[in-house]
């Protein structure tokens, strides 16, 4: 268990610039998955996170192959694959396998890509797993950049995705644009996801974007307590594993994602018990 908990040093690294950086690029992410994850989930798109993850690890492959930023081309790669997903798979009954079609597509090409790239391979790992202590000044950059573009759009567009989100045929007879919408908001989950490729890897993207969505879900159906309190699970999940994975030195993802479980099975109970006492 030494190996998996230890807090010997910490204090010192925390004041070093690398360690604060991961901490705000966590932060950043935290906000941003947090309040996309409420509409991800009643939207249905779990499925379309890990396809978009999958394509930001291309992007990224490219990215190290190319000797450029691995945050830029996790961007391009993602949004890429939203515009695709959105596009493409606005009915219902395509979207799985359009999906399913892109993810194949990108997974092969992005091991490819992979496998011709001669540097650390550290650098491949961290792809799939993350490597948040990595993130330097450009990444952030990028992070912040990306933060305030997703939730401009998402403070703009909120009330008619939401409706969309809720009873997409009522939706569409009251006029809601729903084919500028959806593209719409399959960008705005791609660019959440190329975000946190580099933090938590594209294995485990679904652990910030999908569990507190699904969490928040099991104890309120308000939709801003629900996004409140999937943006305090994200943050905590992520600030939290960043602090747990730092004197072990292990990749963050797996902590980070343990900890989003967690949340979840607690969310579960809660919304359990509430639900007993109501009938009772």
Same mark, same amino acid.
């Given at each position: 268990?030494?190996?998996? *908990? #230890?807090? $010997? #040093?910490?204090? $010192?690294?925390?004041?070093?610039?690398?360690?604060?950086?991961? *901490?705000?690029?966590?932060? @950043?992410? #935290? @906000?941003?998955? #947090?309040?996309?994850? !409420?509409?991800?989930?009643?939207?249905?798109?779990?499925?379309?996170?890990?396809?978009?993850? $999958? %394509?930001?690890?291309?992007?990224?492959?490219?990215?190290? @192959?190319?000797?450029?930023s691995v945050s830029v081309g996790a961007v391009v790669g993602a949004v890429v694959a939203g515009l695709v997903f959105g596009v493409l798979g606005l009915r219902q009954r395509e979207r799985d396998s359009v999906i399913g079609v892109v993810l194949a597509f990108g997974l092969g090409l992005g091991v490819l890509l992979l496998a011709l790239y001669e540097g650390r391979a550290s650098n491949k790992f961290g792809l799939l797993t993350g490597s948040i202590v990595s993130v330097d000044?450009?990444?952030?950059?990028?992070?912040?950049?990306?933060?305030?573009?997703?939730?401009?759009? @998402?403070?703009?567009?909120?009330?008619?995705?939401?409706?969309?989100?809720?009873? !997409?045929?009522?939706?569409?007879?009251?006029?809601?644009?729903?084919?500028?919408?959806?593209? %719409?908001?399959?960008?705005?989950?791609?660019?959440?996801t190329a975000l946190a490729v580099p933090i938590v890897g594209a294995i485990l993207v679904l652990s910030v974007t999908i569990i507190p969505g699904a969490a928040a879900a099991r104890v309120t159906s308000n939709p801003l307590t629900a996004t409140v309190l999937a943006i305090g699970i994200a943050e905590l999940s992520l600030l939290g594993g960043?602090? %747990?994975?730092l004197a072990p030195g292990l990749p963050i993802s797996g902590y980070v994602a343990t900890i989003a479980f967690l949340a979840y099975l607690v969310c579960r109970l809660v919304g359990r018990v509430r639900g007993r006492l109501r009938a009772a």
């Amino acid at each position: 268990m030494s190996r998996l *908990f #230890g807090f $010997e #040093g910490v204090g $010192e690294l925390l004041g070093l610039p690398f360690v604060q950086n991961a *901490f705000l690029a966590a932060a @950043l992410l #935290g @906000l941003v998955a #947090g309040a996309l994850a !409420p509409l991800v989930v009643a939207r249905g798109m779990g499925f379309a996170v890990h396809g978009t993850a $999958e %394509l930001a690890f291309t992007g990224g492959a490219a990215a190290l @192959l190319i000797g450029i930023s691995v945050s830029v081309g996790a961007v391009v790669g993602a949004v890429v694959a939203g515009l695709v997903f959105g596009v493409l798979g606005l009915r219902q009954r395509e979207r799985d396998s359009v999906i399913g079609v892109v993810l194949a597509f990108g997974l092969g090409l992005g091991v490819l890509l992979l496998a011709l790239y001669e540097g650390r391979a550290s650098n491949k790992f961290g792809l799939l797993t993350g490597s948040i202590v990595s993130v330097d000044s450009s990444n952030i950059a990028v992070l912040v950049s990306v933060t305030i573009v997703v939730l401009a759009t @998402l403070a703009v567009v909120y009330r008619p995705l939401l409706f969309a989100s809720a009873d !997409p045929d009522v939706a569409v007879a009251r006029g809601v644009p729903t084919r500028v919408l959806s593209p %719409l908001f399959a960008v705005l989950v791609a660019l959440t996801t190329a975000l946190a490729v580099p933090i938590v890897g594209a294995i485990l993207v679904l652990s910030v974007t999908i569990i507190p969505g699904a969490a928040a879900a099991r104890v309120t159906s308000n939709p801003l307590t629900a996004t409140v309190l999937a943006i305090g699970i994200a943050e905590l999940s992520l600030l939290g594993g960043t602090l %747990l994975s730092l004197a072990p030195g292990l990749p963050i993802s797996g902590y980070v994602a343990t900890i989003a479980f967690l949340a979840y099975l607690v969310c579960r109970l809660v919304g359990r018990v509430r639900g007993r006492l109501r009938a009772a």
